[in-house]
């Protein structure tokens, strides 16, 4: 089996690693998406994904509470995440490195380029928490800085949806799956692949982003081995 994509950022929600329950971490869930990306790492491939803290704390739905603080919040969520991440990846015996873009020694590294570049290098999963580090930007917008600093040739966003439609399939029967999009359709529409600034920073560092379903977390093992799945976000 050969690899398309040798170095790769997924970006993983918080709410999938929640499962079923919609809140916290289902830890089986967690499991499964960890096995898939030991099987990424056993191919070669070279593993750093951005997660999120949504199946905890959502900043934007924080109602009075001061935006800069609940985004702070939100942060913190993404810590525990990263480090069930890295719990299940060590169980598995897959090297692992958790990094945060803002500091706590104690818990996990600080965010280095180089040092994050050298653990790719290395075989090792590096998971980034903490996001961007500053408030008013999403994970979804931290994938994008991360993907373009450690130089990975594509982002992977895993989702609860089986790609990008034109309109919620959940909502509406008769919505229409893309296969393939460009950054301009996905600006101009407003789908909803990811924030506007993540899109626009993927365009203009040539970043392609695969959008798939994670409910079957080996389409992680297709999708790196360039398997036709999801949707393809690419430049015009």
Known sequence: MSLKYKRILLKLSGEALAGAQKFGLDYDVVQR???SIKKCTALGA???IVVGGGNFWRGRSSGKMDRTRADHMGMLGTVINALALADALEQL???VRVQTAIAMQQVAEPYVRGRAVRHLEKG???VF???TGNPFFSTDTASSLRAAEIGAQIMMKATMV???YDKDPHKYPDAVKYDTLTFSEVLNKELAVMD???ASMCRDNHIPVLVFDIDDPDNLVRAVQGEQIGTLVTEA
Do not use: K
Request: with cysteine; hydrophobic share 45%; charged share 25%.
């Open 46 to 48: 070279e593993v750093a």
């Open 129 to 131: 928490g903490c996001g």
């Open 196 to 198: 506007m600034t993540a």
């Open 124 to 126: 090792r999963v590096v």
């Open 33 to 35: 998406i960890c096995e």
């Open 93 to 95: 015996e897959v090297p």
């Open 162 to 164: 089986d790609g990008v």
